[in-house]
């Protein structure tokens, strides 16, 4: 993975929003204590993913292994430099195929964001066939994609065929969720149809352009995308909309705003409330990069 130190362009990305209206707040509604409990075994796979891949494949990477006991690993790789660590398996208790990707060092999240160059490519025919050569995504996070797509296809229809499974879920958090929103698109079209999807990503920065957020909306029938902003994280406003970076729709924040953290739903893409990321966060000087590890209902990510 390339890392360059670009503080400056950090500040650059995130101080222009082009204003919106706010909507009306009756938009937003709150998850109850229950649907908040249910993303636990999800942050708990995004989290695994920051483990190597000796403890990811043999299942025993501590008390992020454990938290999801019944896990059955299929495959792992990745060195943690050039290639984000990930790992695809089969939950019985879920019944679903997990695949999770690795994110960003976050103590060190300024400075080695990656591959903040802020060019969009189209997405490659052969990995993303039919893809409409107007949606655009981030370079950097096309690379990081593509260099273990093939992989983390054959470790998936390995983990269907062997567990008589229908159902792929995937999971991530920073970098590793851009990535695995990138396979939310990518496996649908290598897949029976029939397969049932479910994505849930955490700290997710913006992926590309309004025509790649506009087809990531249209086939969230399919993949059925979250995801969890928590506070005041910068991560979620980079790279700038006024760059020409957008959001699906699909996301929850986590909100402080009334004294106390609640999960709120927002809909739309980037919704302008100040109860969401949009809102919360309007710039970076107002942003708290401790934040982007959690913790989202009490886990931390991190291995």
Request: net charge negative; aromatic share 8%; charged share 15%.
């Amino acid at each position: 993975m390339a890392v360059l130190n670009l503080v400056p362009a950090l500040f650059t990305l995130a101080t222009t929003v082009a204003a919106r209206p706010l909507l009306p707040r009756q938009a937003i509604s709150p998850l109850s204590a229950s649907a908040i409990a249910a993303f636990a075994p999800y942050t708990h796979y995004a989290s695994t993913a920051y483990c190597t891949p000796s403890t990811t494949l043999t299942w025993s990477c501590g008390a992020n292994c454990e938290a999801n006991p019944s896990f059955k690993p299929v495959a792992s790789g990745g060195d943690g430099t050039d290639v984000q660590f990930w790992y695809v398996g089969y939950d019985p208790t879920l019944r679903t195929v997990i695949v999770a990707h690795q994110g960003t060092n976050t103590s060190s999240f300024v400075a080695e964001l990656t591959d903040i160059d802020i060019v969009k490519e189209t997405l490659d025919s052969t990995l993303f066939p039919g893809v409409p050569s107007d949606v655009e995504v981030h370079s950097g996070f096309a690379n990081e994609q593509a260099k273990t797509a093939t992989q983390i296809l054959s470790a998936v229809q390995t983990a269907l065929s062997e567990n008589g499974a229908s159902s792929v879920t995937l999971v991530g958090h920073s970098l590793g969720a851009a990535i695995s929103l990138l396979d939310a698109v990518f496996l649908p079209l290598h897949l029976p149809s029939t397969t049932k999807f479910k994505t849930v990503l955490y700290g997710l920065p913006r992926v590309g352009n309004q025509d790649f957020a506009n087809y990531v909306d249209a086939h969230n029938p399919t993949l059925q995308l979250t995801h969890v902003n928590n506070l005041e994280d910068p991560v979620p406003i980079l790279p700038g909309m006024f760059l020409g970076f957008h959001h699906p729709s699909g996301e929850v924040h986590i909100s402080d705003s009334g004294g106390s953290d609640a999960w709120e739903s927002c809909p739309g893409q980037d919704n302008p409330s100040t109860l969401c990321i949009v809102g919360d966060v309007p710039n970076i000087f107002e942003s708290d990069e401790s934040d982007h590890d959690g913790p989202y209902d009490g886990i931390e990510i991190g291995c």
